[in-house]
Nanobody, 120 residues
Framework: QVQLVESGGGLVEAGESLRLSCAAS????????MGWYRRAPGKQRELVAS???????NYADSVKGRFTISRDNAKNTVYLQMNSLKPDDTAVYYC??????????????WGQGTKVTVSS
């Protein structure tokens, strides 16, 4: 089992920044693929960013150049740095972990989510 706990969400104004954190426990964090998803009201869940166990990253077009995913294997934590936030980024953000470290399309464990609200 893997437990994922997100933190760092909140209410910000457009143009500001937030950093989300996701602390993992229960398995070898370094071997897992990690991703950040979001679900906005009335919209489907979207994969925002992902990072393989080897450190390869991928981003949704809507956040490229603004968001950065990173991982600290010593702290068993993955981060999502979100800059130049827009009202369209308002959503609940979920952390996900995949047992196949190279596969960022399959996730086996999910966090409870942290809410991000961006006001205009």
């Amino acid at each position: 089992q893997v437990q994922l706990v997100e933190s760092g969400g909140g209410l910000v104004e457009a143009g500001e920044s937030l950093r989300l954190s996701c602390a993992a426990s229960g398995r070898t964090f370094a071997a897992m693929a990690m991703g950040w998803y979001r679900r906005a009201p009335g919209k489907q869940r979207e994969l925002v960013a992902s990072i393989t166990s080897g450190g390869r990253t991928n981003y949704a077009d809507s956040v490229k150049g603004r968001f950065t995913i990173s991982r600290d294997n010593a702290k068993n934590t993955v981060y999502l740095q979100m800059n130049s936030l827009k009202p369209d980024d308002t959503a609940v953000y979920y952390c996900a972990a995949g047992l196949l470290g190279w596969d960022t399309n399959r996730y086996d464990y999910w966090g409870q989510g942290t809410k991000v609200t961006v006001s205009s």
